[in-house]
């Protein structure tokens, strides 16, 4: 049988009335086709042939599994998991030889993105448009089938939307993401990197004129990472480090990379190994793809507000100010509410800002569900986990402290050269970047903690510290800790408001403690008692011990003039559009003008 010969009713439901050696015989007669690009809808095909795989798949679809979502370039995905959609279960997608019966097949393989699924792999090929039928292994037994298929695409029009809600719309939709590709430089070319990174980062103008076209960026920032050498011996490359917050959806903003959008860019790329100078586009997004890496742990300031809220919120108290500055007006005996009255007469009455009256809703639907769904699973795996940790951490403990016994913190100081190099990269604008790297410490117990208390730090920056401030520090935008080299290395990049020297000494003033239960895990930081004391509250080793890791980068901010406390106050204005206000309200209102 060829595709051309399946039946053109040979679609989901009557697979799902097929039996194992009808799927089978379909399965080896069918080409492999090409993999499916972005989100599919799945469905299990368990015990084919009988009267439970109709039950069993409703079942499955509902409750635990909905398809698969390939990423751009099809050369990884992840699965689409439980009532909620998350996006969970890597794996790396390639054409292979089947097992079924050795021709080509489309092969999604877990063994080395996945630890819950290392022993299983996916086969699929194309029976009929649109619609592929796959094959599970479980250790190279075949234990079901599945079926994959594209949605029809929805055409959204939306006729006569103003600029105003059109910015709406993004910023209503969507979240943002931390954005890392990570790539090893070729051989001799560390010099290269550091020479177009020391030549672009020293000018502002020069900077943003890399990332201009990249839509969607909040901040950006091309870093080199020097290469070194590990306690065990273990050679670590230099690699450049690409770093955005962006916008959601990410494709848009990786396509952008590859476009002429993202030319800027081309000369540090062309500097990593194996990057497809002269492939095509899809070469070049297949390999951002493959060279993305995800946080450790992750921070927004407030998680939802996209870059379109944050210029029209902007634009908005510009326009405010200048109607509240027109003389023509008397607003001297006026009482507050009825200035906030007039207030949201003028935005009504102004196509372009009445958007201001409606409130904000962070994040889209899928995006809430999916942070609500975190927020319980994680309390209730550490229910199941506590009275195991319970016993385990008086141990834990006291091996943390012999640990610290024997610690080498590091005691040189950075070069006037090296801090001078440093600080001509920063106080241009409202903002500053930080980025730093250090070696994690060796051994088991030191790399568990430290994954242990990145991990409850994300959740925390998740669900408890996603509005306005991170335990309060208000002048962080975004912050994220990666993992590089198999987690020898970590690095933590942040953009944030003021000088680098208010920066560490806020930190220090209000963070000392989780500072040192993430970066006493380092190599050379200074001396910490059991795992939250001491460290960081040696202010001039930590300052020196944050200089000498500090790294240069190529840095751009989209709002370069807006600090974070701008930006909340704007977030404010407009939310005190969205209703009547009171005498009392109005006047705490209009101090925000």
Known sequence: MTLQSVPRDEDESSLLKASDSRLDELFRASPAGEAPTGATDGTAVIAAGTGATRVIAALARSLAWKGKTFAPGGRTLSNRIGPFDISAIKADVYKGASWVDGNECVVIDYSEK???????RDEIRLVAPGLHLGVVWLWRRRVAWFLL??????????????????????????HQIALTIESALKDGSEADALKLV????????EAASLFRGLTGAHFARVTVVPGDTAPDGT???????????????????????????????APFF???DDYPEAGTRRDRLRWLEDHRVTPAASYAHRVGRSLPQIRAEARLRTAIGEFLDDPAHDWPNRSPDRIHHAVREFVAGHGELS??????????RWFRIRQGAHRLAVPALGAVLLPGALVALPFWAVRIRLLERADKPELQRPTPARVAELTRQEDFLAQNPFT???????????????????FGLDYFNRHVYNRDNLAGVRTIHFARWVYLDQGRRLVFASNYDGSLESYMDEFIDRLAPWLNAVFSNGVGYPATRWLFRGGARDERAFKWYLRCHQLPSVWYSAYGDLPARNIDDNTRIRDGLARELDAHQARAWLTLL
């Open 114 to 120: 996945s630890l819950v699924a290392r022993g299983v």
């Open 149 to 174: 298929r594209q949605p029809a695409k929805r055409r959204r029009t939306r006729r006569n939307a103003t600029a105003g809600e059109e910015n709406e719309q993004v910023a209503r939709d969507t």
């Open 198 to 205: 020391g030549e672009a980062g020293g000018s502002v103008e």
């Open 235 to 265: 050679s670590l490359p230099a690699s450049l480090l690409y770093m955005a917050e962006v916008d959601a959806p990410l494709g848009t903003h990786l396509r952008q990379l590859v476009s002429k959008e993202g030319d800027g860019l």
């Open 270 to 272: 062309g500097l990593c």
């Open 355 to 364: 958007w201001a009256l409606r409130p904000w809703a962070p994040g889209g």
């Open 436 to 454: 730093a790297v250090g070696q994690v410490k060796p051994g088991v117990v030191r790399k568990v903690t430290l994954r242990a208390v990145l």
